[in-house]
């Protein structure tokens, strides 16, 4: 990254949507898609963050991301595992990566939940994912 962007004032990197592999670990957990990423993200982060930059990542507040990238989900789903239903598992999985900043899209939420969740919290959480510093992440 020798393009001038931390010269310029850049600090973040973020990898949106179509990073995640189409199905989750059998321990329910997230995971990268290994073609797109052989390395693994922990290694993306480590890379970065030895080049003073932090790492933000993308996820979904349903059950399924945007879209599935190109991809063919083996279910027939049209959009990758979102944290719906797993966002502590997913704020630990994020946090044990090392992950500094998350990007936590609204895409195919059903609109009853949209409703309910109107409010967001302070100390820097949403209705679904806990705050950062439960994780041991600041």
Same mark, same amino acid.
């Given at each position: ?22 199905? %989750?670990?059998? =321990?329910?957990? @997230? #995971?990268?898609?290994?073609?797109? !990423? ?5 290694? @993306? ?5 030895? %080049?003073? !930059?932090? !790492?933000?990542?993308? #996820? ?7 879209? #599935? ?5 083996p279910t027939g789903a049209k959009g990758a595992p979102g944290s719906g239903g797993h966002y502590a598992?997913?704020?630990?999985? !994020?946090? &044990? ?14 609109? =009853?939940?949209? @409703? ?8 820097? &959480? ?7 510093? &439960? #994780?041991? %992440? %600041?």
């Amino acid at each position: 990254l020798d393009n001038g962007m931390r010269a310029a004032g850049w600090s973040y990197i973020n990898l949106d949507d179509c990073w995640v592999d189409l199905e %989750r670990t059998a =321990a329910g957990e @997230l #995971t990268w898609d290994r073609s797109r !990423f052989p390395s693994g993200i922990p290694a @993306l982060i480590d890379w970065l963050h030895s %080049r003073s !930059f932090l !790492f933000g990542l993308y #996820t979904a507040a349903g059950n399924l991301t945007c879209s #599935t990238g190109g991809r063919v989900s083996p279910t027939g789903a049209k959009g990758a595992p979102g944290s719906g239903g797993h966002y502590a598992q997913d704020a630990a999985t !994020f946090a &044990s990566w090392g992950v500094d900043y998350i990007k936590l899209d609204w895409c195919r939420m059903p609109d =009853a939940e949209l @409703l309910q969740m109107q409010v967001i919290p302070p100390a820097h &959480s949403t209705p679904h994912m806990p705050n950062p510093g &439960s #994780t041991g %992440r %600041r």
